[in-house]
Structures are given as C-alpha cells and as structure tokens.
C-alpha cells in the first residue's frame, strides 16, 4: 500500500500562483511515475500532468501547458505541481497519483492506470 498525501491547496487570486505537494509513504516512491489530476464541481476528473521515474520526462495537458510544472524529488518522495497564472477555471480538487512502471522514462497520460491516489486538496482561484 502507498499512501499520498496533498498539501499546497488554499484560496488564490487570478494570476497568482501556488504549489502543491504530494507526499508519498514508504520507500518505493522512485517505482512509480506520478502525475496530478484536478476535479471541478460537477466535473468528471482531468488529467493535469505527469512525470517520469527518473523526473526528466513530463507531459502537460493543453489546458495547463505553459503555466503548471510538474516536478519530483525522490529523495524527499514528493512530488510538485507549480502552478503559475492561475485562473478561476482551474479552481478543483487536485489529486495526486502514482502510476507503477518498470520503465524508469515512461510518462503516463490520460486513462486508466494509476495505482494509487491521494485525498485530494482544494484549489480555488477567485477572479
């Protein structure tokens, strides 16, 4: 069992920024791609960021492209979402999850997958 933990979330004007930590349990952290995920109100869950185990390799979505940076330190296993030009569409829940690979450079994407998730922490940017 891998336990994630989101901390970072809180209340931030449009054009502000904030960063989210991902804490994760034990020490298999470097086992595992990670990547962050946000759900609106009423919204289906969306696929943000990933990052590859070895924390060279990432992939955005469109919507966060140039403004989000998914980052990893595998020593401290956690794992970052910088989260610059915030706007109020980007206010959700966002989640961490952890994605088990033997390929140290694969960055998953969208879909099915993820083997463990955090609780969640709330984002809410206000115009």
């Known amino acids: 069992q891998v336990r994630l933990v989101e901390s970072g979330g809180g209340l931030v004007q449009a054009g502000g920024s904030l960063r989210l930590s991902c804490a994760a349990s034990g020490r298999t952290f470097s086992n595992y791609a990670m990547g962050w995920f946000r759900q609106a109100p009423g919204k289906e869950r969306e696929f943000n960021a990933a990052i590859s185990r070895s924390g060279g390799n990432t992939y955005y979505a469109d919507s966060v492209k140039g403004r989000f940076t998914i980052s990893r330190d595998n020593a401290k296993n956690t794992v970052y979402l910088q989260m610059n030009t915030l706007k109020p569409e980007d206010t959700a829940v966002y989640y961490c999850?952890?994605?088990?690979?033997?390929?140290?450079?694969?960055?998953?994407?969208?879909?099915?997958?993820?083997?463990?998730w955090g609780q969640g922490t709330q984002v809410t940017v206000s115009s």
């Open positions: 999850a952890a994605y088990y690979t033997r390929d140290y450079y694969y960055t998953p994407q969208a879909g099915p997958g993820y083997d463990y």
